[in-house]
């Protein structure tokens, strides 16, 4: 158990709807991380927040926002959903925003558009 | 900005053979360097880590992995695989001198060790 939390663990949705993908960092740890998982993109960085300020942003679509509380939980909003969107999306967390500090990831949350 | 690549899409090995999976790098300063694995629909686990110093770094699991920076790769390495170690190994590299970059994944390879 590496102490982040992802929810909810399955979702299915159709296309065009919303979701929001919620995660809780071990305890301690200020960063948070957003990575895509499909099977032809493989893991894809997403967005990056440390202690409530987006830090860092990948290849995150603009229907896609993200952002990060006072209690430090990250919410992950997938907007206007389309078939490719269909993904795993892990969470990940670490105590400092960057250097050496190895990430802990959550279970992930996979998402189904049909 | 940084890259990994993974040559192997898979490697096929026996219980009780020695286990490599190969990773080479590119960052335009110093790297910080991780390995990690996946099992079935799991998330990942951190194996282990080379930020400085000695170039053979020992993680979890019996897994060592040795730094070259002239032939910039960081080979994952077991001594005697177990049916167990199947699962799908990541290695991830981040540009050290960039305090918020982020951790670059390699496409991954998956690792089947047969009894």
């Known amino acids: 158990d590496s102490g982040v939390t992802q929810t909810p663990k399955h979702l299915i949705t159709a296309t065009g709807q919303r979701v929001t993908l919620r995660c809780s960092p071990r305890?301690?740890?200020?960063?948070v991380y957003w990575y895509q998982q499909s099977l032809d993109q493989g893991l894809q960085f997403l967005i990056q927040?440390?202690?409530?300020?987006?830090?860092a942003k990948g290849n995150i679509l603009e229907r896609f926002s993200a952002q990060q509380f006072p209690d430090l939980h990250s919410e992950l909003n997938l907007s206007s959903l389309e078939l490719g969107d269909s993904a795993l999306y892990f969470c990940?967390?670490?105590?400092?925003?960057?250097?050496?500090?190895?990430?802990?990831f959550g279970e992930g949350s996979r998402l189904t558009v049909l | 900005a940084q890259s990994v690549a993974q040559p192997e899409d898979q490697v096929n090995v026996a219980e009780g053979n020695p286990l490599t999976v190969k990773c080479t790098y590119s960052?335009?300063?110093?790297?910080?360097l991780f390995w990690y694995v996946q099992y079935p629909n799991r998330g990942l686990q951190f194996l282990l880590k080379?930020?400085?110093?000695?170039?053979l770094v020992k993680g979890s699991y019996g897994f060592e992995a040795e730094f070259n920076k002239s032939q910039t790769s960081f080979h994952l390495k077991k001594p005697s695989a177990l049916v167990s170690d199947s699962a799908l190994y990541f290695c991830?590299?981040?540009?050290?001198?960039?305090?918020?970059?982020?951790?670059?994944f390699g496409a991954g390879t998956q690792v089947v060790v047969t009894p």
């Open positions: 305890s301690g740890d200020l960063s």
């Open positions: 990940a967390s670490s105590v400092s925003g960057g250097y050496g500090g190895e990430l802990f």
């Open positions: 080379y930020i400085t110093g000695d170039n």
């Open positions: 960052v335009s300063g110093n790297p910080y």
């Open positions: 991830a590299v981040r540009d050290a001198s960039d305090s918020w970059g982020k951790l670059q």
């Open positions: 927040y440390y202690n409530g300020e987006e830090r």
